[in-house]
Structures are given as structure tokens and as C-alpha cells.
Nanobody
């Protein structure tokens, strides 16, 4: 059974940093473009960053210059380094393939940016 498990969220002050990790089972994910998504209360789930199997990354305008996505195919992990966090970054963060697949949604990890 395929699993994606997100970790690394927490409470951080504005301007702070967090590093999220996504561990996935199955080597098939090394063939997929992988993405980090987020969903704030009352809002739709949006893609914030994605990375191709070869390592090319793209970012939503709202996080460009602050977030960095990376992957380690040998370790089956995808990470999101988040710097200069803002209150509007508060959300549950999920990883999934891009395009996303319903079967791969995990529980996500909560990120709260507040003073």
C-alpha cells in the first residue's frame, strides 16, 4: 500500500523557519513529479511547490524566494524548507504527486505562523 507521511510542522513566529519532510513508500515515486500542497481553513487546497524527477523546481508566486523544495530519490523523501514565514502561510501542508492522486493524500502536517 502506498503511503505518504508528512512531518515537521509546528508553531513558529513570523519570520521563522520550518523544514517539512515527506516520506513515501514505493520506488515509483522517484518517477513522479512531486508537490507540496497546503490548505488553510475555509480555503481550497493549493499547490505551493513541485519538483520533477530530475530536480527542476517550480513555486507559487506567494512562496517564491522563501520556500525551497528538494527530493532524495534514494531515500524516498521530499522536503520543503520554509523561511521568512508569514501568518498567511498557516495551513495544513500535504505532499502528493503532481498531478495529485486521491489515493495518495496523507494526513498532512499543521504549520501555524503566529506571534
Amino acid at each position: 500500500q502506498v503511503q505518504l507521511v508528512e512531518s515537521g510542522g509546528g508553531l513558529v513566529q513570523p519570520g521563522g523557519s520550518l523544514r517539512l519532510s515527506c516520506a513515501h513508500s514505493g520506488s515509483i515515486f522517484s518517477l513522479y513529479t512531486m508537490g507540496w500542497y497546503r490548505q488553510a481553513p475555509g480555503k481550497q487546497r493549493d499547490l505551493v511547490a513541485h519538483i520533477t524527477p530530475g530536480g527542476a523546481a517550480n513555486y507559487a508566486d506567494s512562496v517564491k524566494g522563501r520556500f525551497t523544495i528538494s527530493r532524495d530519490n534514494a531515500k524516498n523523501t521530499v522536503s520543503l524548507q520554509m523561511n521568512s514565514l508569514k501568518p498567511e502561510d498557516t495551513a495544513v501542508y500535504y505532499c502528493n504527486s503532481k498531478p495529485s492522486r486521491n489515493a495518495y493524500w496523507g494526513r498532512g502536517t499543521q504549520v501555524t505562523v503566529s506571534s
